[in-house]
């Protein structure tokens, strides 16, 4: 059902895909201009990976912002990230 659903809606020129699963074996970073608040924001997407395994690249990232922002390589409107997990 699933899959005849995205079909349809991909005929109809709609950006839909079966996936088969919403999960994937990767993390994934990305950066866009929130142009609300005049800043760019860097959104990382976590993956279907075990929860120690991902709670050690939320360190790492954490470690990396904080060791970039100490040297001003982030823009001055930067905040340090706030890790919220759903």
């Known amino acids: 059902m699933a899959a005849d659903l ?6 109809a ?3 839909l895909r079966h996936a088969g699963s919403f999960g994937f074996d990767f993390g994934a ?3 866009f201009r929130d142009t609300t608040r005049n800043r ?4 990382i997407a976590v ?4 929860t120690p395994l991902w709670d050690q690249v939320v360190q790492a990232v954490a ?5 970039h922002e100490d ?4 823009p ?5 990230p706030q890790v919220v997990i759903p």
């Open 71 to 74: 040297r001003g390589k982030t």
């Open 29 to 31: 970073a990305e950066w």
């Open 63 to 67: 470690q990396w912002w904080s060791r």
């Open 6 to 11: 995205c079909g349809d809606l991909k005929k």
């Open 13 to 15: 020129g709609l950006p």
């Open 47 to 50: 993956p279907d990976l075990p």
């Open 76 to 80: 001055s409107s930067a905040s340090r």
């Open 40 to 43: 760019c924001v860097v959104r």
